[in-house]
């Protein structure tokens, strides 16, 4: 049987996942793509290191031989960051390589670049588990929903950020609390901020834009906020309006606009996506054929991601991968015509609390700005005063109706300057 030679490059948790898969499941794979895949090439940083599945013959710390052995076909880049996975992938297509990446950062920084150097020497890039780890999302909207224009995406893709607000919902934890379980439980790294600031999840975005819209989004675009502010009274508040908060990242189609953003926001009870709990990831979508599809699973790990990567081996291996590479056309110049919409021209429903002084008047203060910058109020709730807080204060907790985002964040900048407030005002947006 013909063999497909392979060079992994870097064998972290992702990398000993796939020496797992091919070492141990490899007449399953040879089954179901004709061919036997080989790990040729292991490059690491410590070749002393025990490694499982991996024969010691084929580590090495010599990237660059690695990718022009002339029996590796596949060059697997797995050592994430940018720089470097940036310099082996160039090398590896310049190479005659076909490439297999789980690199979202990568991707979201470089991927014109990368793809650029793939057309050019006809090769290919496949990165399914780049988004969503063992959820196959890239190949679904690629391939499976092809006949579709995807208008909508919702997406749980941090799994950190996931488990956090998931332990302070349930149980009632701090932020701080429930982050320093979470790197007990290693959903965390000891520098958590890529995953709770939304960036982890804004690259992904950004690839999920592409292939969805065929916009190229840079990074820095993507407007961004995160859960490290999200106090334990807010998730109180929405729970008691029938709502569950989780980080999204979000991608809606109008028209001819594109609207990204990445931010907590109050989802019904009833939602699926507010069902998702703990480190699991989960993608809602929207096509204009097909209506609504949910996608949840083990959205990062060992053996869920390294199913993705495998996954594209097979698919190159049986020419798959080419064709859907070649018709995708990603991060060229051949766009759709979409163009990213501005975040303060989004409509949406706004959660906001207030903490006011307990004096006669402030929810007339409150509402008279809002009524000012033609926002429209849907419910009040004031709670009473908070016996943590230094001041005699109350929380005010409004709900409102549609209105645009630029419009509504004008009138909580007001409400900040009110005599009686106590700001910042906290706010997030509302799906119904």
Known sequence: MEQIGIAMIGCGTVGGGVAKILAEQQERLATRCGKTLMLRRVVVRDPGKARPHIAREIITTDAKA????????????????????????????????????????????????????????????????????????????????????????????????????????????????????????????????????????????????????????????????????????????????????????????????????????????????????????????????????????????????????VADLIDLAVGRAQRTFQAAKLWSANARGFTLRAAEGVRSRFYLRVLVRDIPGMLADVARVLADHSISIASVIQHEALEEHSEQVVPLVIMTHYAPTGQFRAAVKKIDTLKGVVPPGVYYSVDD
Do not use: C
């Open 66 to 309: 690695a990718i022009n052995d002339p029996s590796v076909s596949i060059v697997l880049e797995l050592v994430g960051g940018v720089s470097a996975a940036r310099e082996y992938v160039l090398q590896a297509l310049a190479a005659g390589k076909n490439v297999v990446t789980a690199n979202k950062h990568l991707l979201a920084e470089h991927g014109a670049e990368i793809f650029d150097a793939a057309r050019k020497h006809d090769r290919v890039v496949a990165f399914e588990a780049s988004v969503a780890g063992g959820i196959p999302i890239i190949a679904a909207i690629l391939q499976s929903l092809a006949a579709n224009q995807i208008t909508g995406i919702q997406g749980i893709l941090n799994g950190t950020s996931n488990f956090i607000l998931s332990s302070m919902a349930e149980s009632g934890a701090s932020y701080a609390d429930a982050l320093k379980e979470a790197q007990a439980r290693g959903y965390a790294e000891a520098d958590p901020t890529l995953d709770v600031d939304g960036s982890d999840a804004a690259h992904k975005l950004a690839i999920l834009a592409q292939i969805a819209f065929g916009v190229t989004v840079p990074f820095a675009k993507i407007e961004r906020f995160g859960i490290a502010e999200l106090r334990a009274m807010d998730l109180r508040f929405a729970h008691e309006l029938g709502y569950t908060i989780k980080l999204l990242a979000e991608a809606w189609l109008d028209g001819k606009e594109v609207a990204l953003h990445v931010a907590p926001v109050l989802l019904r009870h009833t939602d699926m996506l507010a069902q998702v709990r703990g480190a699991h990831n989960a993608v809602q979508i929207v096509g204009d054929a097909v209506g609504e599809m949910m996608f949840q699973g083990a959205g990062a790990g060992a053996l869920p991601t390294a199913s993705a990567v």
